[in-house]
DNA sequence: TAGTAAAGTTAACACCGTTATAAAAGCTAT
DNA sequence: ATAGCTTTTATAACGGTGTTAACTTTACTA
């Protein structure tokens, strides 16, 4: 008696098509658009079996960002056999990890949730100019009283931002599972970091 | 005949009330609760009033998008008179940044586009733990084979996630105006300071 | 073949952003 | 003051969302 054993192959074949077209959908029309009817129509089923395999929308989101971080493992960990040295490694990783980012971008925006629509409008904004200005200036200035004055400050305008917002938002979205005033000594670490390599 | 213009008073009253409206609703249920509708029902209008001040849902919250870079310029701003010295108000300005994030973490997940609900469960999931584990064991290596053993390795690691997590997030939502080639440049840059200051 | 358990369906609930249409209110000119 | 016009506001609807209750169909068992 397969039955039930045939039952359980059946079941699983759905839930794989089940993500399957849930992916078809991120890729084609980015994971916003996403919505259970779209799924259903896709696996020619209604809408309520979906939930019979996973409790709610965001647990399919949720496979997704799983399936992510082991894309993101096996990435980094190739990227770390590929050298021996452990300062090329972390290079290399880093690297690995920036490819990764934008091979697949799906995953990478559900990984660390991002992705909100208005987002796009705000670079061309007086606001956000004026702030970028401000921070372009001061940066300008360290690298003038520094001793090497050869510096792109451009370049290290967007390092130090990207350090800032980095360790804002990985704080913010709770990845990490430290609590505050630790991560604050985060922050300072990384801007002395990088405040040592600017003024030299 | 001053008709006109208590009408476009009342216009503006109206406008501002929605605004209001709008970030009461945010900063109590968070952005993704916010609705036209719930709008509506606070300022006792029909929804679609609110049309006629604003062209979209879309429209108010890139209002906030706004607002908070005016409030993060001004922070920033005030930061950098504390100090004299260039490098010291590149420091206080990181540290002003940090503390607007999350003294005004709504405007901030607007202005940067942070935040889907499945984020949370992620921290806990044995992928991403399984990625740290790695990430971590290099920069141990990196450290014990530097001049500097006594490093926290713990606190690097979240310091190089948060460099390339900022790296990324900010060049993936689009808020820097440079394209992909140059800021593969910004990452190579962060990345060597980081291990500088690590290997010694 | 009757009865039962599983699977899958339709219909509904309570929302959402947005817009077309209709009603009410306010003002102007006779 | 009232008729007519303009502006303002509301109701109703469209097409969508996630999710669940109730019902029907299918598949299997005794």
Redesign the interface.
Known sequence: MGIIERRQRQKTEVRTSILQAAWEVVLTEGWQALSIRKIADAIEYSAPVIYTHFESK?AI??EF???G??L??EA??QQ?DSQTD??R???A???G??NF??AH?EY????????????????R?V??K??AD??HA??Q??I??GSQPSIDAF??Y?????????????????????V?PW?????K???????????G
């Not at 390092?159 to 979205?173: N, R």
Request: net charge negative.
């Open positions: 965001d989101l949720h960002t799983k399936e971080f082991r993101l493992t980094i960990t770390r452990a300062s490694q972390l290079e990783m880093a690297e990890y920036w980012a934008f971008k990478y925006q559900l990984m660390f949730g991002l992705g909100i629509p208005a987002c796009e409008q705000v670079k904004t606001e956000m004026e702030f401000i921070v001061v940066i200035e360290v003038r009283a370049l290290k967007h390092t130090y931002l990207s350090i800032l917002h980095g360790l804002v938002s990985i704080q913010m979205t709770g990845l990490n599972e430290t505050n991560s604050k000594l985060v922050l670490d990384a801007v002395n970091g990088f405040i040592k390599a600017l003024d």
